[in-house]
């Protein structure tokens, strides 16, 4: 599998165009931004984190619950083929624990176990800043159909029940994370972009210790050893 064409540079990764139609191979960089990429930064080796560990959990949540997902094969440290999809412009969002945005939203303070999880979404549109959007908003505006929303929040709600169990077996409580699917070009729906400490709130069962991107965004320190100690509790 060759890379050809450069498509696409976000914030944490390169997507480039392969001797197959159907197939992308996805570039993970060390870049870290927040805050709609007004808080630049690097950190080190999260690439190879990110793909690695975004590929094993897409590989277990396939086996184990029969989710449909982009991956097809890691190639590198930091290079992984992936399906061709268009994606579905929604950040769909899962918490089973009050933090962030959450929690100033609603002012309820964080770590505060919520009584189901929530779901919710996010128009990806970065000139906007992803604002918050629901359900009727995303028909209204063809964003997704009704038929894809409902698979979109039955996949979900199993992806959670799978990572759950997965970080919960490596000392690790899922507090909340973001995931994005994409549309094969038969239309069905399926995982895609990546499951990180970049997209998930990861913090130590024990110790409540944040093993996740919030160290970058709020200046923690340690933000290379929480990503490091995330790998090698995956055993990677
Ligand atoms: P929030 O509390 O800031 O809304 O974040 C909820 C979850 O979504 C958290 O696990 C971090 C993740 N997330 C992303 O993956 N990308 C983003 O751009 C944002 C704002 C959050
Ligand atoms: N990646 C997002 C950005 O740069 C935000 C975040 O993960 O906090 O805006």
Redesign the pocket.
């Known amino acids: 599998m060759q890379k050809t064409q450069q498509l696409y540079e976000g914030k944490a990764k390169k997507v480039f165009r392969t001797d197959d139609p159907d197939l992308y191979i996805v570039d993970y960089k060390d870049d870290a931004t927040a805050f709609d990429g007004k808080k630049k930064g690097q950190i080190a080796g999260k690439g190879v984190v990110n793909n690695r560990m975004s590929n094993l959990l897409m590989q277990y949540l396939s086996r184990q619950y029969g989710i449909p997902t982009h991956f097809v094969e890691e190639l590198s440290d930091r290079e992984t083929v992936v399906k061709r999809v268009e994606i579905v412009p929604l ?1 769909v ?1 899962v ?1 089973n624990v009050a ?5 100033k939203r609603f002012g309820v303070e964080e770590g505060t176990k919520l009584l189901q999880p929530t779901l919710e979404f ?1 128009l990806k549109d970065d000139a906007l800043g ?1 604002p918050m959007i629901n359900e009727s908003h995303i028909l209204a505006l063809g964003k997704a159909t009704k038929q894809e929303l409902d698979t979109i929040a039955d996949i979900t709600m199993k992806v959670n029940e799978g990572l759950i169990a997965f970080f919960k077996e490596i000392g690790i409580d899922l ?4 995931i994005e699917f994409g549309r094969l070009p038969d239309g069905s729906i399926i995982l895609a972009d990546e499951i990180s400490p ?4 990861l913090w130590d069962s024990e110790t409540h210790e944040k093993l ?2 919030d160290r970058f965004r709020r200046d923690m320190g340690n933000v290379e050893e929480a990503y490091a100690e995330v790998f090698k509790r995956l055993g990677l």
């Open positions: 950040e969002i918490r933090a962030g945005s959450f929690s996010c992803d507090i909340d994370f973001k970049d997209t998930c709130r996740d991107k």
